[in-house]
């Protein structure tokens, strides 16, 4: 599945805006940024990024997915395996 920066980018802040039930959302955002961004929240947006890009996360990914950009760096690891 190819995909490109803007509409990662825009997917991306979708699911955290509806996930995390907020307004706004800076694409720089980490865990430390957010206060929604607890263990539960994580989980959260790990199941939304898994449905929305059709994929399968390794649990050993979850622990290093703590930023946005880590975030989008590992969607794009695996999109590209596809």
Same mark, same amino acid.
């Given at each position: 599945?190819?995909?490109?920066?803007?509409?990662?980018?825009?997917?991306?802040?979708?699911?955290?805006?509806?996930?995390?039930?907020?307004?706004?959302?800076?694409?720089?955002?980490?865990?430390?940024?957010?206060?929604?961004?607890?263990?539960?929240?994580? *989980?959260?947006?790990?199941?939304? =990024?898994? %449905?929305?890009? !059709?994929?399968? @996360? $390794?649990?050993? #990914? *979850?622990?290093?997915?703590?930023? =946005?950009? %880590?975030?989008? !760096?590992?969607? @794009? $690891?695996?999109? #590209?395996?596809?």
């Amino acid at each position: 599945m190819a995909i490109n920066t803007n509409e990662l980018d825009v997917k991306l802040e979708e699911i955290f805006l509806r996930v995390f039930e907020i307004d706004e959302i800076n694409l720089d955002s980490s865990v430390d940024d957010l206060p929604e961004w607890d263990s539960f929240g994580h *989980f959260e947006i790990i199941m939304a =990024i898994e %449905k929305e890009f !059709n994929i399968k @996360l $390794e649990l050993s #990914d *979850f622990s290093k997915m703590t930023s =946005i950009p %880590k975030i989008k !760096n590992k969607i @794009l $690891e695996y999109l #590209d395996e596809q």
